[in-house]
């Protein structure tokens, strides 16, 4: 990216407090389950997590994926795949996909449950530790997996069940309280993402030059959603001259002169298209896009 001078809020305290939450936890854990957002699967996961969860067995939660690109999410499912995680694609606010976890963690954690059967061990309850970004849809997947109503209190006689649970069915519980992970902003790309899907504050960036890269991102890989969006003849491609921010802004132009948004002098108000752009985009009025691959990576 051309542009230096992005300003990202870093709160080391919350990751130290997901540390020690890990930490005392993992021991009473049998999985550990990572929300991610579909749309942008590797900027908003936290690599730390990977040494923090010590070789537990992982699930992957592709949440959003109303918003993403199916196709790519099929993509980002197989390569989650291959690197041993259970996957689960949904989307946590209609609750498309929640009913498949209990089999997910179950899959995942075939071995164990059948040595435990081997053993007479059939009772033993299994339990997962919840894992996202903030805003990433932790507490609406859990209450929609748990189904809420009944998750908060089972008074099945004679079984003591602590507060921290919260139990799915008879022999599976989650960890009540999702740990927060912050994003690694390892490179610029990852905090862009992360602003665009509004998991961080739009005050990263100033918003024309974060609706130039969206625009120049949008433009690139959807051309003809982006058209259609913005009633636009053909979206042209970027010149080998033209950096990102400039291929940005003329699109935001065109879109913004398809809007009627005019300042004096006939001037595009590029920066209340860019406002436009974000929302839409954020609201999902654009479509459906997937802002990073695993090819690209
Ligand atoms: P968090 O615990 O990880 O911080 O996230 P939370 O569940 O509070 O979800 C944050 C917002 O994202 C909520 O919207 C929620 O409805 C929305 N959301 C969660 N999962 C999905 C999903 O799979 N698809 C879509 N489209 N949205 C999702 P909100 O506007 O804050 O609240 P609400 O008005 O939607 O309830």
Redesign the pocket.
């Given at each position: 990216m051309e542009e230096s001078g992005m300003h990202i809020q870093w709160y080391p305290g919350h990751m130290t407090k997901t540390r020690r939450m890990i930490a005392e936890q993992l021991k009473n854990v049998d999985a550990v389950c990572e929300?991610l957002d579909a749309r942008i699967p590797i900027s908003s996961r936290n690599p730390d997590v990977d040494e923090l969860t010590a070789g537990k067995p992982r699930l992957v939660v592709l949440?959003?994926?109303?918003?993403a690109d199916a196709e790519a999410t099929r993509r980002w499912g197989a390569y989650f795949r291959g690197r041993g995680f259970a996957v689960l694609e949904?989307?946590?606010?209609?609750g498309r996909g929640t009913a498949k976890f209990a089999a997910a963690v179950r899959e995942l954690l075939a071995d164990k449950l059948q040595a435990y059967a081997e053993k007479g061990q059939t009772g033993r309850v299994v339990r997962v530790m919840i894992l996202?970004?903030?805003?990433?849809?932790?507490?609406?997947?859990i209450?929609k997996v748990a189904g809420r109503k009944t998750a908060k209190a089972e008074d099945r006689p004679g079984v003591t069940r602590s507060k921290q649970w919260v139990p799915i069915d008879r022999g599976l519980e989650l960890l009540d309280t999702?740990g927060?992970l912050w994003p690694k902003f390892e490179d610029q790309s990852v905090g862009l993402n992360l602003a665009y899907t509004g998991a961080v504050k739009d005050d990263i960036l100033d918003i024309e030059t974060l609706g130039c890269h969206l625009m120049a991102y949008l433009g690139g890989h959807y051309p003809e959603a982006l058209a259609a969006a913005y009633k636009l003849p053909a979206i042209p491609e970027r010149q080998p001259e033209e950096n990102t921010v400039a291929y940005g802004y003329g699109l935001l132009e065109e879109a913004g002169r398809k809007r009627g948004f005019l300042i004096s002098g006939g001037e595009i108000d590029t920066e209340r298209m860019a406002r436009i752009l974000l929302d839409e985009f954020r609201g999902?009025k654009l479509g459906r896009f997937t802002l990073e691959l695993p090819e690209d990576l």
């Open positions: 929300i949440n959003r994926a109303d918003q949904c989307d946590a606010k209609s996202g970004i903030p805003n990433v849809g932790k507490s609406t997947f209450n999702p927060i999902g």
